[in-house]
Nanobody, 122 residues
Framework: VQLQASGGGLVQAGDSLRLSCAAS?????MAWFRQAPGKEREFVVA????????YVAERVKGRFTISRDNARNTVYLQMNSLKPEDTAVYFC???????????????????WGQGTQVTVSS
């Protein structure tokens, strides 16, 4: 399975941006992680298709939402009220099976997209 992420760009603080991640094959849980310069990659959001449940990191809760189009094997990350600290390379990730409570752990995902840069200016 290959993941193709798109939608990154340069925006101003307070703006919105939507990222897309299309999978070439069938996947189960899908998620977004991000990595800011000089920092480790961190979990952002994930969606479980079996129950539609979403998991959102505390630092983006209320601003970021994840949605999924199962027919297109595509997941979207809607980012609102962007802040300069949201600047990072955003990676989509997926797995072909349920990862249980490990949705925030990088090691639980088998497939990764190439990353898309999001830059938020102040």
């Amino acid at each position: 399975v290959q993941l193709q992420a798109s939608g990154g760009g340069l925006v101003q603080a307070g703006d919105s941006l939507r990222l897309s991640c299309a999978a070439s094959g069938r996947t189960y849980i899908m998620a977004w992680f991000r990595q800011a310069p000089g920092k480790e990659r961190e979990f952002v959001v994930a969606v479980n298709p079996s129950n539609g449940r979403t998991y959102v990191a505390e630092r983006v809760k209320g601003r970021f939402t994840i949605s999924r189009d199962n027919a297109r094997n595509t997941v979207y990350l809607q980012m609102n009220s962007l802040k300069p600290e949201d600047t990072a390379v955003y990676f989509c990730a997926a797995n072909s099976r349920d990862v249980g409570l490990g949705f925030a752990q990088e090691s639980r995902y088998d497939y990764w997209g190439q990353g898309t840069q999001v830059t938020v200016s102040s």
